[in-house]
């Protein structure tokens, strides 16, 4: 619940910083307009954002004959997060990733990457696969895409109100002047980039500990992020690269870092995270060793070779 609350408050403040460069570029009436087209994106957001992240990371759908094994997993870890069954989609692409999307747990998708089948062990796909399911269960993916749109909605709202001047409906410009209303231009889509990224994060944490319940192995979640942190590193994912705002729905960021996506990171540390899921079981007796990641993989159809047993 402190979860859901803390989402609420940033959600509630997101809202009221959109507000608040409305009338301070336009006025009420400029505030209005505003509002009324951010309602409009959102409810197309609600509609279609699933299509548009499917179809801009040419995800695929597969079907239970291509993919039985991996059917069979997602089915019984849905039985057990208590929601229907999401379509399954496959993006070509060697980086380990996977994304939940849809605006409701009836009408949801999960996307997986071939790096992911290919690299991973089956514990740490179903701790992936598990908490891409806790993310459905919450709504997180109907969250993140009013988030998203309120946010851009806000870089829209302050250049336009840059490029026309900043009137208010009386005429007069607006009570910061030119040089205040260029730093509402900077200053407001940053501030809401950071809203955005904060809530990513506290739904990352929930997200973990759901998963972690839905699979009932926290350590093979916690050790299927520190293999994902560890392959990202090798491995860029060109099509992420080319459309950075998508970079929130995945487990783990698939940004290189080699820009300045490093500064506005939309994922909680993946220290943090493991460090979180090892802490809801006691040590296995005898410990359990870190898994042991090779610098490129071995057996699998990109290192010459070899077929993953998923289908």
């Known amino acids: 619940m402190a979860g859901y609350f803390r989402t609420a408050i940033l959600l ?19 505030m209005v307009v505003a509002f009324l087209l951010a309602c ?24 239970p004959a291509q993919a039985p094994r991996l059917f069979a997993l997602v089915e019984r870890l849905s039985q057990r997060a ?40 089956e514990e740490e796909v179903a701790g992936v696969v598990a908490h891409e399911l806790a993310h459905i269960r919450h709504r997180d993916t109907l969250i993140m895409t009013v988030t998203a749109t309120l946010a851009g909605a806000i870089g829209m709202l302050a250049q336009f109100g840059f490029l026309f001047g900043g009137r208010a409906e009386d005429g007069r410009r607006n009570p910061f002047g030119p040089i205040g209303a260029l730093l509402l231009v900077i200053v407001g889509p940053i ?39 560890q392959y990202k590193r090798g491995i860029v994912n060109p099509t992420a690269e080319a459309h950075p705002a998508s970079a929130h729905l995945f487990i783990v960021n698939p940004l290189s870092g080699l820009r300045m996506d490093s500064l506005f990171t939309t994922h909680p540390p993946t220290e943090e995270r493991i ?19 090779p610098a490129y993989p071995q057996g699998s159809p990109w290192g010459g070779g070899g077929r993953n047993p998923w289908g």
């Open 275 to 293: 460090r979180r899921l090892l802490a809801m079981t006691p040590p296995r007796a005898g410990g359990r060793a870190a898994p042991a990641v």
């Open 12 to 30: 509630a403040g997101l809202t009221a910083l959109f507000v608040g460069i409305g009338y301070a570029m336009g006025g009420r009436q400029g």
């Open 82 to 121: 208590g929601i229907p069954m999401p379509a399954l989609y496959v993006i070509q692409e060697d980086q380990p990733n996977a994304f939940a999307t849809g605006r409701n747990p009836e009408n949801a998708a999960v996307a997986v990457n071939t790096g992911l089948l290919d690299l991973m062990a």
């Open 40 to 63: 409009g994106t959102n409810l197309w957001a609600w509609w279609n954002s699933d299509r548009v992240v499917l179809s801009m990371h040419n995800a695929q759908p597969i079907t």
């Open 191 to 229: 501030a809401a980039m950071l809203v955005q990224m904060a809530i990513s994060r506290s739904r990352e944490y929930e997200a973990d500990r759901l998963g972690a319940e839905i699979s009932g192995d926290p350590r093979g979640l916690a050790s299927a992020l520190q293999t994902l942190e």
